[in-house]
C-alpha cells in the first residue's frame, strides 16, 4: 500500500497516511490530525519498495 506524505499549510504539521490505489483515485479529504484542518498539502517524497527476498 503506496504511504503518502503530507503537511499542514496551518499548523505545519508533517505527517504521513496509507491509502490504496483505489482510494486515491476517489480523491479522499485529507485533513491534519494534529489540528483537523484540510489544508493539506502532498509533499514530493521517495518511492522505495520493500521484499522478502534479501538481495
Known amino acids: 500500500m ?3 506524505e503530507y503537511a ?3 499548523c505545519k504539521h508533517e505527517f504521513i497516511v ?3 490505489l483505489r482510494e486515491v483515485e476517489m480523491k479522499p479529504t485529507i485533513k491534519c490530525p494534529h489540528c483537523d484542518s484540510a489544508k493539506v498539502e502532498k509533499k514530493f517524497s521517495t518511492f522505495t ?3 522478502s527476498k534479501k538481495s
Open 8 to 10: 499542514c499549510k496551518d
Open 18 to 20: 496509507s491509502l490504496s
Open 2 to 4: 503506496p504511504i503518502y
Open 49 to 51: 519498495a520493500k521484499t
